[in-house]
């Protein structure tokens, strides 16, 4: 059951001129609570002129540190404006526990990994890398880091710091001109290729994560297909909300879903409480009608990037409008996001807990 905990903020640091890494402290008794796995996330509230404003923000430091998130500033980001101008330390924060499943896998112990990250999507990949140094010594691990340029690469000095036989750093730099054109310019099909042939021992890499804008993304992912490494072995975390990608998994459904029409008695269950409503099947998402009940339902972006509100269906049939975080796996098991879903049967149940 996810819920929010009041953490004092222990330390800020200004990264790069409109971005900052964020630490909170978290008392002895929220320890368990607050142990992750690195690539997981945050989901952070605050009252902002008002208006509580939630927002998810991936972790930074490996699983034995403090915990630490990175905010880059958005052009008009209510959330990350404020966090890179007017929070301060001591402030106390609402920080529901860590969440995500784009997350570094190290079941055999000894791994190979690569890396493309651009902009503020260096974070999840600094956990990991974090991880590796202090934890995993035999594992190795590659990065492909994109930025605009020099001036703009988050943890710059603490990625040059960590580079070692086994872990290597590669900067992109798309508007900072150089005489290395394979490290310059735009992540694109192509380069990437070139990127990864140029390394082309990693290409037996047991992982790859992708963590970016989402165009970076597929055309990376196109790229190590068509050079042979297995769907299974990428991974990707989206940082801006998707336009692009298709709803391969939007759905766990059947058929007989597209012949139901109308009304749908649906029940929610959250923190022991329960709410029962009628919903359409084209009305408002499960989500916010849950929240129209005062049920105080757990989400972040409400743009199925994130899975904060990731819930299951105990009975009954849904439709998703969008997926880009649920595995396939997790999509049989039952598993939504309740910002997309919407009833595809007469009776729904989905249960938070």
């Known amino acids: 059951m996810s819920q929010f905990h009041k953490l004092k903020v222990s330390d800020i640091k200004r990264e790069t001129s409109d971005s900052v890494s964020v630490e909170f402290e978290v008392p002895s008794s929220l320890k368990d609570v607050f142990s992750f796995i690195p690539g997981q996330y945050l989901t952070i509230n605050i009252a902002i002129n008002g208006e509580d404003c939630r927002r998810a923000y991936s972790i930074c430091s490996s699983s ?41 896998n190290t079941e055999k112990g000894v791994n190979k990994y690569v890396a493309f990250a651009a902009g503020s999507g260096i974070t999840p990949i600094m956990s990991m890398i974090k991880e590796i140094a202090a934890n995993s010594p035999n594992s190795s691990f590659l990065l492909f880091y994109s930025n605009k340029t020099e001036d703009e690469v988050i943890f710059k000095r603490e990625l040059d710091q960590l580079k070692s036989d086994t872990i290597q750093v590669n900067y992109i730099y798309t508007q900072q001109k150089g005489d290395d054109k394979l490290h310059t310019g735009r992540i694109d099909s192509k380069k990437a290729k070139k990127l990864m042939k140029s390394e082309k021992e990693w290409l037996n890499a047991d992982a790859f994560y992708l963590c970016g804008p989402e165009q970076m993304i597929l055309d990376i992912k196109d790229s190590l297909q068509g050079l042979g490494v297995m769907d299974g ?16 998994n939007n759905s766990i459904t059947d058929k007989e879903t597209d012949d139901f029409e109308g009304e749908a008695i649906v029940k929610v269950i959250y923190d022991d409480e329960e709410a029962e409503f009628t919903l359409q099947k084209d009305g408002d998402t499960i989500l916010d009608a849950a929240m129209e009940e005062d049920l105080d339902v757990p989400f972040s972006c409400k743009g199925a990037v994130c899975c904060t509100c990731k819930a299951k269906v105990i009975e009954g049939k849904v439709t998703m409008d969008a997926n880009y975080s649920l595995t396939d796996k997790e999509v049989e098991d039952g598993y939504i996001l309740a910002c997309q879903s919407h009833p595809a049967s007469s009776r729904v149940v989905v249960d938070f807990d």
């Open 64 to 104: 034995n540190g403090a915990i630490r998130v990175a905010v880059k500033k958005v052009d008009n980001g209510k959330m990350s404006t404020y966090l890179n101008k007017n929070l301060s330390i001591s402030d106390m924060v609402d920080v529901m526990e860590p969440q995500g499943s784009f997350v570094l």
């Open 233 to 248: 072995k990428i991974k990707y975390e989206l940082f801006t909300t998707p336009v692009l990608m298709a709803n391969d």
